[in-house]
């Protein structure tokens, strides 16, 4: 069953999560901790669906990595943090991930993102859901509507 956007609450939750964050003066620090959550976890899922770990380690998403790995322990996603964490070691092997993932990627190892794929084992990898589009997923080419 496809749902219109403007009616799907996951998709009506995350744009005025993302409207508040990024069009008010508190921006992500005045969202309250389970919106900070559902954020980042939302973020994570749409930037590793489109253009995978290499997008969500290079855009500002990756800031967010703590919070992430802490939500996915949380919400019981063994696989998925497997991968998250499988995708840290290639990217930042020695490092933490920088808080300005933006501003601080020379701290990352160098290598070719069309690499990293053939660097993580996926092939325990749980099918990703996206609320926002009804695609498939890049990321395993599995088909879920809204």
């Not at 499988?86 to 930042?92: H, L, R």
């Not at 993580?120 to 509507?145: K, L």
Request: glycine share 6%.
């Amino acid at each position: 069953m496809l749902c219109h956007a403007k009616r799907n609450p996951f998709f009506v939750l995350s744009n005025s999560l993302t409207e508040r964050v990024w069009g008010s003066p508190g921006g992500f620090n005045a969202l309250s901790d389970p919106e900070k959550l559902y954020y980042a976890l939302d973020l994570f899922q749409g930037e590793v669906n489109n253009g995978g770990f290499h997008q969500f380690f290079f855009n500002s998403s990756g800031s967010y990595y703590e919070l992430i790995e802490s939500g996915l322990v949380t919400f019981d996603e063994p696989q998925a943090l497997e991968l998250l964490h499988q995708a840290k070691q290639v990217v930042f092997p020695e490092t933490l991930v920088p808080a300005d993932t933006e501003l601080d990627v020379s701290r990352c190892a160098i290598v070719p993102p069309a690499s990293w794929m053939r660097s993580i084992d996926v092939s325990t990898r749980a099918p990703t859901r996206s609320p926002q589009n009804s695609r498939p997923s890049p990321a395993t080419g599995d088909y879920f509507p809204p």
